[in-house]
């Protein structure tokens, strides 16, 4: 069922018994998912009377008033499959479309963790793991990276696109991102405009450094003067930014770099 339409009506003996086996289950999590379920199955005995209704839970776990927390599937996968068989598509295809976010995530993070300068790179383990756990940075690791990178990397306008560099990596989202993407933010606010238009001047060619520049001058409060800062950028480079997340393809970035960019881009 979902909800209070029946998706699936299943009377066949084989593969009920098919269904039995996919719905094999492992351990209980000691904890409910928030969400009522993507679907339902009832069971019901001989005699028409329904004897369980169990809920089944993003493809991986099920729900039972009989359990303590809902129970993990051994392979939730099977079931998944056998739903798809008899023409219950859609669970399965929001499997798939989790499973590729969760990938695309995955290489976001290693793209991020690779392109940090090596003066930070143990912080960026610290901020992953706040991002998993706390989902908060903190501050004293934050407050790190402009001092680190001052003295690894001496030349102001190197040292400023190396952080637009890092920044432009990852999901390059300027809102919903993981936590620990942030953890240049702090020092690129601090960041004299002048040093950032000097390195978007010295690397044109380089698409992480415009990117990196798209989402911090776009971001909300990314600068203490945010409109007047954007003034000092010409108008052929705001043309430039403005092109560039036009094309990314993400319309939280386009909408507020018409706002930030359009503005001045005369």
């Known amino acids: 069922m979902l909800g209070d339409r029946v998706v699936l009506d299943m009377a066949d003996p084989a593969a009920l018994r098919l269904l039995r086996g996919a719905l094999a289950v492992d351990q209980t999590t000691d904890g409910y998912c928030m969400c009522a379920g ?3 199955f009832e069971f019901f005995d001989g005699s028409g009377w329904r004897i369980a209704v169990v809920g089944f839970h993003h ?24 739903l798809a068989d008899h023409g219950v598509v859609d669970p399965l295809a929001r499997a798939a479309k989790r499973q590729r976010a969760r990938q695309e995530a995955q290489l976001a993070q290693e793209r991020w963790k690779t392109a940090a300068p090596a003066a930070v790179r143990d912080l960026v383990d610290l901020a992953v793991a706040a991002s998993g756990s706390s989902g908060v940075l903190p501050r004293s690791v934050c407050s790190l990276v402009g001092r ?28 919903g991102y993981p936590v620990h993407e942030a953890l240049p933010a ?3 606010s601090d960041t004299p405009i002048g040093d950032l238009v000097e390195a978007l001047q010295l690397f044109p060619t380089d698409a992480r450094i415009v990117a990196g520049a798209v989402r911090h001058l776009c971001s909300w409060k990314s600068r203490t003067h945010q409109a007047r800062d954007i003034t000092r950028l010409s108008p052929e480079l705001r043309a430039r930014l403005l092109a560039v997340a036009c094309e990314s393809g993400d319309d939280d970035k386009h909408r507020r770099a018409e706002r930030w960019l359009g503005v001045y881009a005369g």
């Open 186 to 188: 702090s020092a690129l």
């Open 59 to 82: 493809g991986a776990s099920l729900r039972w008033q009989g359990w303590d927390g809902d129970v993990r599937l051994r392979d939730g996968g099977r079931v998944l499959h056998w």
């Open 148 to 175: 680190r990178l001052a003295e690894a990397i001496p030349d102001r306008v190197e040292r400023a696109a190396a952080l637009l560099i890092w920044y432009g990596s990852g999901t390059g989202r300027c809102s």
């Open 38 to 40: 993507e679907l339902a």
